[in-house]
Structures are given as structure tokens and as C-alpha cells.
């Protein structure tokens, strides 16, 4: 939607009375009359390898051109542009491609603790948002992006891009419609994905020069890094990453709630949860093995997870990246782009073959710029924020806990054995690599309660729980309270 198309455009809004640079809270009766034949302007804010191939899916879509590129590595938003094959501008500075009036909509595809800050002032000045998994570093900045969202009318879609697969309607009324299997009794999600060492330097890791580290840090602690690498292995530090339950326990934990649960669950009642770091002895600090109850009044889930190789006969039960449901019939087991229902036998009964995603939930989220219908997005900036809540409040279990035991691990109850069953294959897996669960090396956090409503921990132990719900934000890089 290029301003000469557009009955209102961005120029003529952020030139009314405005000042340059300055950012926007009064956008939000702004909208803008688009129809299919209209040309979207896209910029992309963070031009490394999830932001490359994200461009590629929106550069699919009829009438999307790539209009502009922002990183702080200048050598990341170069190779973007010529990969665009288009006239889009390098932007020196976030605020100039936020400024930039041929650009209607972002896709944010920087590291996790710059998603919802990025987020939001393109939401501020006028931007439809297309931001990456996990929406949040921390629960209360996502409860702001929703805010964002709602106070300045923008289309926000989060990159769950399974939501968008046709296959999870027919998952749906499969187990719920038809109750094929009967009633599903409790869930299990895996994330089994084999990782190495990020290394540990003796000395800090000295930043390329010709890198905006200010930028590339925005609301993270300024903290020197012994990891090898700047890039991507920031995942593993809770200072700018959200760990393995962030970077992919999201996409399962999502599969789950749409499926099992058909969005009913917002968040768990209860939840306990444990793991560690072990094995590597590097730099990194999120847990590479992790395991956790969540009680959600309903269904009893669990969540199994590992970047270990598994050795010997220590095979978890299920797809490595997926969920089972276990039903009174049967069991389900579901994964990106494919599942299979099972009888109470093991024989197999169904499969259900699908895409993934990718492509239709970009075309998704375009169709929903051009006709500013919130309610056609298939992961709407609240269902991204509750999916990445369960992650958040996993990491919190974790990161409030103390040595494992069995005895306090007992406190999960009614949950039909699968805290149990998860406990002991985590156990046996750990011995394969010569770690015993009842050591210092992995941790069990207490039994927590959570207010679903306003997204807070009660009851004992919750001031601990609660200081992680909201990060410390570095002088200028502020994400605004807007709820």
C-alpha cells in the first residue's frame, strides 16, 4: 500500500504537527482502505537467517515488496537486499526505517529480548507487525505488545506459522468433533533436538567494531560474553535468549494448546519444573535438558526436553519436536507437518499429512493488513502471548529451583503418571551421560501457583517467581507500560 494508493497516508499522519523521529501515541484511529491490488510495503528488522528466510515466504505473496532493511550488523542487511532482488533502502538506524513511508508492515526477526520493544514502536509508528516466536523475553512485556496492538488498531501476527497448517482443523475435529479416540486424558510435548557446546572463552568475546552494539544489546544488560560465537548462540543466555523451552518449546507448546486444548487454556493453574546445563561446560546458562508439570485444571500436561544425544535405550516415547495425546482409546502424536492416531492396541489408525505452515501464514497475516480484520489472523498477538507463556512460566520453574529430589518432585499428583514416567526416562537419559538427577547439577524448582487472570504467581513462593515476570531494561531501550 504505497502512500499514492493509500485515502490516508503515512506521510500526511506523521507530519501533522509531528516532529521527526518522535515517537507516536496517538495513531490509534489510523487505518488504511486496502483491497488485494494494492501494493504492501514490508521492512525487515533483524536480517539474519530466520529474517532471510522469512523475506523469502513474503516475497511468495502477490503485491509484497521488500521495502526496506535494518540490522545492526551491517554486513546482515546487505546480502538481505540483494537476496530481495528489489529497490528496498538500507536503513542506517531503526527509527529512519520505522520513518520510512513506503513501508506499511515489519517483520521482526531479531533475537528474543528485542521482539516486543521492536514490536511496539513499529505498532507506535503506524507499522502492521509481523514479529517472531517467542513474542516475549519476559510475560509482562507481551501483556504491553497486546496493548500496543489494541491502542493503535494494528494487525500483529506471531510466527507459529504451524497455526496456519490446514491440517490442525482436521487434527481438531478429529479428536473433539468426532472424539475419535475418546476423551483425551493427559498430554505429553517433546522437544528432543540434538545441540553442541557453544564454548567457553577465558576472555571476553571482543565485538566486531563495524557491529551497533548498543543497538544489537537495545533492552539487554551490558555484560561481557564468553561464548565463541555473538550471533545465534545468544539463544542460550537468559541476558538475550529464552533457551530451548523459548526457541522451540514454543512451536509444540502452541501445537498443544490448539489441538488439545482449542485455546480453552490460557495459562496453567500450577506448574513445577526442573532441569539443568550439563555435560558441555560452556558459556551458556539455559537449561539444555528440562522437564516440567503443568496442572491446568483439566488436562495434566508435561513437557520433556533435551539438546543431549540420546544414548543407549533412553528413547523418549513420541515424535522428537511434537505432542501425544493420550485418549481413552488410543493415543495421538502430533508434529510440524504430519501426526498419526493410534488405537488402544498401538495400531496404527489415521494419518494426517500437512505443510507446515510456512507460506499461508505470511499470506495470513497480508491479507490481514489489507483487510484490517484482527480476527482473521491465525495467531493474533494474544494467542502468541499465551502460547509463549508456558514457556516463560517453564523458565521461571526452572530458574526459581533448588537441588532435585524425588521426595519434592512427589508433590505432582492426578496427573495419571506421566510427571513420573518423564522424571524416570529424564533420569536414565542423564546416567547415559554419567549425571545422576538427585545432584547438584540439576534442579527442581517448588510447586507454583498462578493468578491465570493476571498472569501472576500467589501463594508461597511467589515473590521469588515474580521477580522474573518483568526484566531490568537498559537505559533508553525502555519498553513502555501501556497495560
Request: net charge negative; aromatic share 8%.
Amino acid at each position: 500500500m504505497s502512500p499514492a494508493k493509500s485515502s490516508i497516508t503515512r506521510r500526511s499522519f506523521l507530519h501533522t504537527g509531528l516532529a521527526a523521529g518522535v515517537m507516536l501515541g496517538t495513531s490509534s484511529s489510523m487505518t488504511f482502505a486496502a483491497n488485494a491490488n494494492e501494493e504492501i510495503g514490508v521492512g525487515l528488522i533483524g536480517c539474519g537467517g530466520r529474517g532471510g528466510q522469512l523475506m523469502k515466504h513474503f516475497m511468495k505473496i502477490d503485491g509484497v515488496n521488500m521495502a526496506g532493511f535494518y540490522d545492526p550488523d551491517p554486513g546482515r542487511a546487505s546480502p538481505a537486499k540483494r537476496a530481495s532482488k528489489g529497490k528496498g533502502t538500507i536503513h542506517t538506524s531503526l527509527d529512519d526505517l520505522l520513518a520510512d513511508d513506503s513501508i506499511d508492515a515489519v517483520i521482526v526477526a531479531t533475537c528474543n529480548h528485542w521482539h516486543c520493544l521492536a514490536a511496539i514502536r513499529a505498532m507506535e509508528a503506524g507499522k502492521d507487525v509481523y514479529v517472531e516466536k517467542p513474542l516475549s523475553h519476559s510475560q509482562w512485556e507481551g501483556q504491553q505488545t497486546i496493548a500496543a496492538a489494541r491502542k493503535y488498531n494494528r494487525i500483529c501476527q506471531v510466527g507459529t506459522q504451524q497455526r496456519s497448517d490446514p491440517m490442525q482443523a482436521e487434527i481438531k475435529k478429529f479428536l473433539h468433533e468426532e472424539k475419535a479416540l475418546g476423551e483425551i486424558e493427559s498430554a505429553r510435548v517433546n522437544r528432543y533436538g540434538r545441540r553442541g557446546s557453544i564454548g567457553k572463552r577465558s576472555e571476553p568475546l571482543v565485538i566486531d567494531p563495524k557491529l551497533d552494539y548498543n543497538m544489537w544489546l537495545g533492552p539487554a544488560q551490558e555484560e561481557p560474553i564468553y561464548r565463541k560465537n555473538l550471533h545465534y548462540d545468544w539463544h542460550w543466555d537468559w541476558n538475550t535468549g529464552s533457551g530451548e523451552m523459548g526457541n522451540w518449546g514454543v512451536h509444540v507448546l502452541d501445537d498443544l494448546r490448539n489441538n488439545v486444548f482449542q485455546d480453552t487454556v490460557s495459562l496453567p493453574k500450577r506448574i513445577i519444573g526442573g532441569g539443568g546445563r550439563v555435560a558441555w561446560d560452556d558459556a551458556g546458562n539455559t537449561p539444555n535438558v528440562h522437564f516440567v508439570y503443568f496442572d491446568t485444571g483439566s488436562i495434566p500436561v508435561v513437557i520433556g526436553l533435551s539438546n543431549l544425544q540420546e544414548l543407549g535405550k533412553t528413547k523418549h516415547p513420541g515424535p522428537g519436536s511434537g505432542y501425544i495425546a493420550y485418549c481413552e482409546g488410543g493415543r495421538f502424536e502430533g508434529q510440524r507437518g504430519r501426526a498419526v492416531a493410534f488405537d488402544k492396541d498401538g495400531k496404527e489408525i489415521k494419518k494426517f499429512q500437512g505443510t507446515g505452515g510456512n507460506d499461508l501464514h505470511q499470506q495470513n497475516f497480508i491479507d490481514a493488513v489489507r483487510s484490517r480484520d484482527v480476527s482473521s489472523l491465525n495467531t493474533d498477538v494474544q494467542v502468541g502471548h499465551d502460547s509463549t507463556g508456558w514457556c516463560n512460566l517453564a523458565n521461571i520453574a526452572y530458574r526459581t529451583g533448588d537441588t532435585f529430589s524425588y521426595a519434592a518432585a512427589k508433590e505432582v499428583s492426578g496427573d495419571g503418571g506421566i510427571w513420573e514416567s518423564l522424571l524416570a526416562e529424564t533420569d536414565k537419559h542423564l546416567q547415559a551421560h554419567d549425571i545422576k538427577i538427585e545432584s547438584s547439577e540439576i534442579k527442581l524448582g517448588p510447586m507454583l501457583t498462578v493468578d491465570v487472570e493476571k498472569e501472576q504467581f500467589v501463594g508461597d513462593h511467589a515473590d521469588e517467581a515474580n521477580d522474573f515476570l518483568k526484566r531490568q531494561y537498559r537505559e533508553g531501550f525502555e519498553v513502555p507500560k501501556l497495560a
